[in-house]
């Protein structure tokens, strides 16, 4: 099975996927356990603690879905990420989880507390409707009460 992620480029993502529908459904197909997990390198991209652009490794330890409260701290959210073995440092949130190929697999959004060496992201599927919205629009939207 082909993988399913997202394609990366320097100014933008967008959610337009590399797999094929599957003939009788119509959906899209997700990326395989084996091609996520099976040890393919991946690359931390940012600019961590306001220094340069580096691509740092890191490879998927697991898929979990996290509970916790949301950006504003309104409501529970559940979301799909990944626990990635990769050095996550301030600068790196926001920025993606991608492939050798520049194929987008999540975006990197926190690093463990307890352990240099685990980070965080969004999966290309959680973040994919929002990629999406957010390339389409045409009009600006609120902060809300973001500080």
């Not at 975006?107 to 060496?117: L, N, Y």
Request: overall charge positive; aromatic content about 6%; glycine content about 12%.
């Amino acid at each position: 099975m082909t993988p399913s992620p997202r394609r990366w480029s320097s100014t933008t993502l967008t959610a337009t996927s590399r797999c094929s529908p599957s003939p009788a459904s119509g959906r899209r197909r997700s990326p395989s356990r084996a091609c996520l997990h099976g040890g393919t390198a991946r690359s931390v991209v940012g600019f961590p603690q306001d220094g340069p652009f580096r691509a740092d490794a890191a490879r998927i330890r697991g898929t979990q879905q996290a509970k916790g409260p949301d950006i504003y701290q309104s409501r529970t959210v559940v979301r799909q990420i990944y626990a990635l073995r990769a050095r996550v440092r301030p600068g790196n949130s926001g920025g993606p989880l991608v492939s050798p190929g520049g194929h987008v697999y999540g975006v990197v959004f926190a690093a463990a507390a307890d352990d240099p060496q685990t980070g965080y992201a969004l999966t290309a599927q959680e973040v994919g409707a929002d990629a999406t919205r957010g390339r389409t629009a045409t009009a600006g939207v609120s902060t809300q009460g973001c500080d």
